[in-house]
C-alpha cells in the first residue's frame, strides 16, 4: 500500500511536475485531465513543491552535491476496502494518513507536498518532504536521507502507521494495510532463502558432530572391563573388546577425516552464502534507486496549470454563499480550463488546438455557462491567434511555391545552351 522514493535536487523538478500537475502533456495515460480538479493538496504552506524546497534548504545545511538526496516521498494508496466510501471518508483516511507521516518526519516544516491525486485509476497519496535530521556534533540541522530512512524506521513504517490508523479511524479503517497490498522485492525473498540455508547447514554439522560422542563411551565401557598388571604400567583386557576399540579408533579417523573435509567444505558453502545475502541486500537498494530513477523519467514533463486547493475551498464557499448550484458540467469545467490559459498567457501552439479552444468557448456561449463578458474577449484572442496561424502557413506555402519556381528555371537554362550548341 505504501512504498518510499529518494529525490536529488535534479529529479525534484520533474517530481514537482508530476505532484502539481504543470503540464497537459502527460507521459502517464492513466491521468485524466477532466478530473484533476479532484485533486487537493493536504500541505498548506505558501508555494508549490519547488518553491517550498527553496525555503527550507536556506534553513538548514545542505552538502554543495548533486547526488545528495535532498527529497523524499510516500506514496500511500487508498486501500481496496475504502475505494466505495464515500468522498469524506477517503479525505479522512488521507488527513490522518498526512497526520502520522508529518509527526514522523519532523513536522510541516519539513513538508514539501501532500498532493491527493483523484485523476489516476486509484487514489493515492504523494507526501513529499525533505529529510533533516538535529546534528548533535555541530548543533544544527542538515538533511540526510539514509539518517532519517534509515532500516529501522523503514522496517517498522508499515506497522506504525497500521496501528495508527486503526486507533484514528475504528470505524472506516479495520483490515488495515498489512493484507497482501505492500510492496515485495525479489531480493527479499533470496535473503529469506538463503538465511533458511545457513541454519539447515549449522544443523546438520550439529548432528554430524554428535557422531563423535560415540567413540567416548565404548572406551568408557572398555575402561570398566580392562585389569591393569601388577606394576600398573600394563592394562589387560579381553580380545573381543580390543577388536571393538581398534574398530571404533579406525572408524573415528575416518570420521575426522571426513568430517574435516565436510566442515572446510560447509564453512566455504556458509561463506558464500553469506556473501550471496550480502549482494541480495544491495541488489535491493539499486532496485530501488533504479524504480526511483525510472519513475522520475516517466515523470518528466513539460507545463501545466496549477490552482491551489485553498482557492477551490473559497471558490465553493463563494458559490455557496451566492445561491449557485455548485455541481458544474463537464462543458464549462473544460471552457474554464481554456480561459484560465489564455488569460495566464498559456495559447496554444497549433492551428488544431486553437479551433479546438474556440470550438469549446462557443459550446459555452451556445449553452450560456459562462459570462459573455469574458467569454467574447477570450474568444476574440483565440480568433486572433488561428487568423495569424493561418497567415504564417500560407506565408511558408507562398516561400516554398517561390523556392521551387526558382529552382525549376536554374534547372531549364543548361538544357537551353545544350540546344543551341546542337543547333550550330
Known sequence: MAHVQKFTRGNLNGLSIHLDRKTDNHSNKEI???????????????????????????????MKRE??????SWIVTLPSTLKEKNEQDQREFFEKT?????????????????????????????FAFIPVVWDEKKQREKVSAKEVLNRNDLQKFHGELDTFLKKELPEIYQEGILNGETFDLDSVKDIKKYAKQIQEKKEDLSKELELFSEPKKVFEQVKKTSKKSLFGDKVTLPYSEFEKLKTLSLSGIKLKIEDDKKTVAANKEINDLNKRVQQADQRAEQFEEKATDYENKLDTVSLELTDSNRKKIVYKSLLKDTGRELDVSSLEIKGRLVIDNVENGRLPKSEDKTKKWISVLEQNKEAGTIPLNRLESILDTLKALLEKLLNRELSFSLDSLKSRNTELKANQKPKQSNSVKRGR
Open 32 to 62: 485524466d485531465p477532466e478530473k484533476t480538479y479532484l485533486n487537493y493538496d493536504l500541505c498548506q504552506k505558501e508555494g508549490d513543491t519547488l518553491s517550498r524546497l527553496n525555503d527550507r534548504l536556506k534553513e538548514v545545511y545542505c
Open 67 to 72: 547526488d545528495v538526496k535532498v527529497g523524499c
Open 98 to 126: 498526512y497526520a502520522f507521516l508529518t509527526e514522523r518526519y519532523g513536522g510541516e516544516k519539513n513538508v514539501l507536498s501532500a498532493q491527493v491525486h483523484n485523476d489516476e485509476t486509484t487514489p493515492h497519496l504523494h
